[in-house]
């Protein structure tokens, strides 16, 4: 899996992953296809260490965060914190695997302009976050 987003918000830290096999070879579309995963941490989080050896696959990092109204004027946003999702195809918003309850939206992301950092949704598509806050779940699900 290719990890995409570390998300701390006001409910936890949502850590997004997905699979990174040819495009077109995993369900990613599907939060429930096992090609996805998206995990919220309420606890306190460390720092990772990075190993000594071998790839990591991280070759360049950006930062998400919120951006007040000034500076949507001024910087490309790719992304929507909180609210309601943007979709590109119809509603396909998740239920915890726990309660069954329709999951809270909590994120989408954009793939981004740059090719060597944006992520693969399927080219121009969208990624959405979702949690479910009384069981500790989230989920992701990507449309184009």
Do not use: K
Not at 2 to 30: E, S
Not at 40 to 46: K, M, V
Not at 48 to 59: N, S
Not at 62 to 84: C, I, K, M, N, Q
């Amino acid at each position: 899996m290719q990890f995409l987003a570390h998300l701390p918000l006001d409910i936890g830290t949502v850590a997004v992953f997905m699979c990174d096999n040819d495009p077109g070879m995993c369900d990613g579309w599907d939060a429930a296809s096992g090609a996805n995963r998206a995990l919220l941490f309420t606890g306190p989080l460390s720092v990772a260490v990075v190993p000594a050896r071998g790839v990591t696959l991280l070759g360049a990092v950006t930062a998400l965060r919120p951006h007040s109204a000034e500076e949507l004027e001024e910087e490309l946003v790719l992304g929507r914190l909180g609210g309601e999702p943007d979709w590109l195809q119809d509603d396909e918003t998740p239920t915890c695997p726990s309660c069954a309850t329709r999951m809270t939206f909590t994120v989408q992301l954009e793939e981004g302009y740059d090719h060597s950092t944006a992520a693969n949704f399927g080219g121009g598509g969208r990624g959405y976050v979702f949690h479910c806050q009384p069981c500790g779940h989230a989920a992701f699900l990507w449309q184009r």
